[in-house]
């Protein structure tokens, strides 16, 4: 089977730069992806990283390390719009499977 | 623009009720999926489909079943409504390949059963 562990909670100001950590454990692994929630909207793909290194789209990079079974989400220049749910998902041989997400909050 | 189209926003329903909950994509996407979400608990995987009239079961089926007989519609069915029950279902699809980086959701069903 497939367990994640991400924070819960992450909370930043505008402008600032933050880190959302993942961990996992897996029987069969692929790739790791990350997915943005609004409250209230459907989740949208933000990055995947099938391969060790960074993955840089814009002001969001996302980071594997496939010998630590580590990877990270990083968002850069904070707006007050990107509160919202992160979540990462472990890719499998035939699905994703989630973690329970990281509530990040941005203060101006 | 891409889009998976969820039947209700909101959906109340009773204990024992038999529930259909409806998923329609318009990408000629091969895989499709239903997870439910619960606060804490994030998306959890009830059942997957990768082509039509095929069903897989996810992580937690007990409870449901699917029904996926075009390739454009995948049906969650609730075949007897129980308060554990109540929560936020997302119906998502997949191209074939795109398993990491491919998953579109739809705006969820916010079902409550009374």
């Known amino acids: 089977g497939q367990s994640l562990e991400q924070p819960s909670e992450v909370t930043a100001v505008e402008g600032a730069i933050v880190q959302i950590n993942c961990t996992y454990q897996t029987s069969g692994f692929y790739g790791l992806s990350w997915y943005q929630q609004h409250d209230g909207g459907a989740p949208t793909f933000l990055s995947y990283n099938g391969l060790d290194g960074l993955e840089e789209t814009g002001r969001f990079s996302s980071f594997l390390s496939r010998s630590d079974s580590y990877g990270y989400l990083l968002l850069q220049e904070l707006q007050m719009k990107d509160s919202a749910s992160y979540f990462c998902a472990v890719r499998g041989y035939s699905t994703l499977t989630f973690g329970k997400g990281t509530m990040l909050l941005v203060s101006p | 623009d891409v889009k998976v189209t969820q039947s209700s926003r909101y959906l109340v329903k009773r204990t024992g009720e038999k529930v259909f909950l409806e998923c329609v994509q318009d990408m000629d996407h091969e895989n499709m999926f239903w997870y439910r979400q619960d606060p804490g608990l994030g998306l959890r995987l009830i059942y997957f489909s990768y082509d039509v009239k095929m069903k897989e079961k996810g992580d937690i089926p007990e409870g449901y079943s699917v029904s996926r007989e075009k390739k454009e519609r995948f049906s969650l069915i609730l075949e007897s409504a129980s308060t554990n029950q109540t929560s936020m279902y997302l119906c998502?699809?997949?191209?074939?390949?795109?398993?990491?980086?491919?998953?579109?959701f739809g705006s969820g069903t916010r079902l409550t059963v009374v």
């Open positions: 998502a699809s997949s191209p074939a390949g795109g398993l990491g980086y491919g998953y579109t």
